[in-house]
């Protein structure tokens, strides 16, 4: 019998390749008991991410943040569904409430709320949090010159 931390494995490898189908078969072979474990929604909130499937990634990313709302990621891929679906309002808040809860917030967390903040027109917070996000990822002011959600600061 597979483990699940072997089936996470494998699924997250097929995600990787842009099989999708084949990473929900893999997540379906996990056994009942282990599915509403953080570690495999997490996985299932990648695969949501994947497809693009937003409203799946809202639903679970909330799950897994209310199960272990230390972990970053799922926090961010909740953000990032709110904002794929025009939800700006939300998804800033989102990533407010997680800034208290996350152990150590990477420089993304900063980023995409200056993303959020510059679309609602707070453009002083945007280039503070802008400026926070460069200081610990310099590589990032490239791609922020050429993000659309942070055109306004130009």
């Given at each position: 019998?597979?483990?699940?931390?072997?089936?996470?494995?494998?699924?997250?490898?097929?995600?990787?390749?842009?099989?999708?189908?084949?990473?929900?078969?893999?997540?379906?072979?996990?056994?009942?008991?282990?599915?509403e474990t953080p570690e495999v929604l997490g996985v299932q909130v990648e695969l949501a991410?994947?497809?693009?499937?937003?409203?799946?990634?809202?639903?679970?990313?909330?799950?897994?943040?209310?199960?272990?709302?230390?972990?970053?990621?799922?926090?961010?891929?909740?953000?990032?569904?709110?904002?794929?679906?025009?939800?700006?309002?939300?998804?800033?808040?989102?990533?407010?409430?997680?800034?208290?809860?996350?152990?150590?917030?990477?420089?993304?967390?900063?980023?995409?709320?200056?993303?959020?903040?510059?679309?609602?027109?707070?453009?002083?917070?945007?280039?503070?949090?802008?400026?926070?996000?460069?200081?610990?990822?310099?590589?990032?002011?490239?791609?922020?010159?050429?993000?659309?959600d942070l055109a306004a600061l130009k």
């Open positions: 019998m597979i483990s699940t931390h072997k089936h996470l494995d494998y699924a997250l490898g097929y995600i990787g390749l842009n099989l999708l189908a084949e990473a929900r078969d893999e997540l379906a072979l996990i056994k009942a008991a282990d599915r991410m994947a497809r693009q499937t937003w409203t799946s990634v809202i639903t679970l990313a909330s799950r897994v943040t209310a199960a272990a709302p230390v972990l970053e990621r799922p926090w961010i891929a909740w953000a990032y569904a709110l904002r794929e679906k025009q939800r700006i309002t939300e998804a800033r808040d989102v990533l407010l409430r997680a800034e208290g809860k996350i152990t150590d917030p990477s420089p993304l967390v900063d980023y995409n709320l200056a993303c959020y903040f510059c679309l609602l027109g707070d453009l002083p917070e945007a280039r503070r949090r802008l400026k926070r996000a460069c200081a610990r990822e310099p590589d990032w002011k490239t791609e922020a010159a050429s993000d659309p």
